[in-house]
């Protein structure tokens, strides 16, 4: 070939790659980290910035600290329902599970769901899931071009998992195996093409400690305490009366309930295992010079009681149930910070595809982050949310529905009205003294919630009812066990 028509060929090519590699830094790569039942303090940052209230000043978070430091951090962030598959249908649809069907751990997302990797996928984007997906033993991953997925719950060593369909052995700690293949996905992708990338850890999600935990972290806090909290030594309003469901008393000092303070550390080695974990992801996205192109969200499918009002769970509707971590660093210069804008899980779905420039969800019911993020919370943005959770067969935690407000919080459930909770969170935010006895509060909240409920478009699943609002199988299950007795 003369060196003219040469010439002439690489002008063209580049006359043609120009707009695709504009349009891919317009359009910025995403990378979504999703913990498993990671409460909204379980960060170093925020114990530094709780100071004396911190429940463990001792945590380590190091690369967490440091996405932290890079991005908005929210520290009024909540889930719409306080449990897994719950949360990761919520986040994927942008819609209550009254709408999208997953109410519970025991059902599959179904594959024709619209979800906003099939979004993004529509937009050009490249789209990849690594880690737990959580949907029962569901083995499809819809909308992903990439998959290196376990089944169900897996196993913290050698797990086995799902590598574009084919079941593949794998051996190591499966946090770090997830990241493994992340990294690799980040260091493979084309500069000319954006991707969404889904990391969903295990951790810090029971069984914990022992065995399940990486050697780096297995010594990790050997001597160290929880410090207890107003709630610390009280018992739920429907557990009580019922020793059963009622864990041991939370420590109050060292030398408390060893078992429970052990328990304590097993749940934070978890966190610091992920957390050098994330801090191999960040390196990943900057040695492969995407990082400042990165639109990167870091949270969790629910919140975890540890101790608090004699829990160890979620699903409930206090708030160490609801509330989770989200970190939100932006592409382009850094602009960190704090917000104290009310945000859902809802919301995570409507913000990516904003971002990416992608057609929004049909029926939605979040609304995109990019106003909060620049600073900016408008007038009609949300002081107050509807929660909901169903009841489960073998679990005690009953039906629950409730608002939460920037201020109150008014919590249902159905069938026992004597368990009504009213609280004041400015004055009590441990929510310990319930205000249900105050007839003008507690009216003026369940309007709200009532308003709320309508707005969600709210209606009871099969099964449920406003006055049992007990499914099938848990009826079965009582039967079963007194027969049984």
Sequence with gaps: M???????????????????????????????IYCDDLRWDALGVVQKEQG???????LQTPNLDRLAAQSVRFRESFVVTSLCSPGRAAVMTSRYGHHNGIIGNGAHLPPETPTFAQ???????????????????????PHYDFVASFVGQGRYFDCPILLNGTETPTKGWIDDVSTDYAVRFVEQQPAAKPFFLWLGFKSPHGPRGGANLPERVQSLYADSVARPTPNTGLTAIFNRGNAAAEPAP??????????????????????????????????ALERSGRAQRTLIIFTSDNGYYLGEHGLGDKRSAYDES???PLLVRLPGAARPGTSDAMVLNLDYAPTILDFAGAAPLPGAQG???????????????RNAFFYEYFREANYVSPTVLAVRTTTHKHVLYPGKPAWTEVFDLRADPYETRNLAADAALAASLRERQETLAREAGFRWPDGYDADGAEPAAVTKAKAAKKKKN
Excluded: C
Excluded at 8 to 30: H, K, T, Y
Excluded at 52 to 58: E, I, L, N, T, V
Excluded at 367 to 381: E, F, H, Y
């Design 367 to 381: 609304r995109s982050l990019r106003a909060p993020l620049a600073g900016q919370v408008p007038a009609d943005w």
């Design 119 to 141: 979004q993004l996928r529509g937009a050009g984007y490249t789209t990849a899931y690594f880690g737990k997906w959580h949907m029962r033993d569901q083995r499809e991953r």
């Design 322 to 324: 609801l509330r989770v």
């Design 2 to 32: 003369s060196l003219p028509r040469l010439h002439r060929l690489l002008f063209l090519v580049l006359a043609l790659a120009g707009p695709l590699l504009r349009a891919a830094a317009e359009r910025p790569d995403i990378v979504f």
């Design 52 to 58: 004396a209230a911190g429940r463990f000043p001792w």
């Design 250 to 283: 939370a420590p109050k000092a060292k030398g408390g309930n060893p078992g429970q303070a052990e328990a304590h550390r097993d749940y934070f080695r978890h966190v610091t295992a992920l957390d050098s974990a994330v801090g191999r992801l960040l390196d």
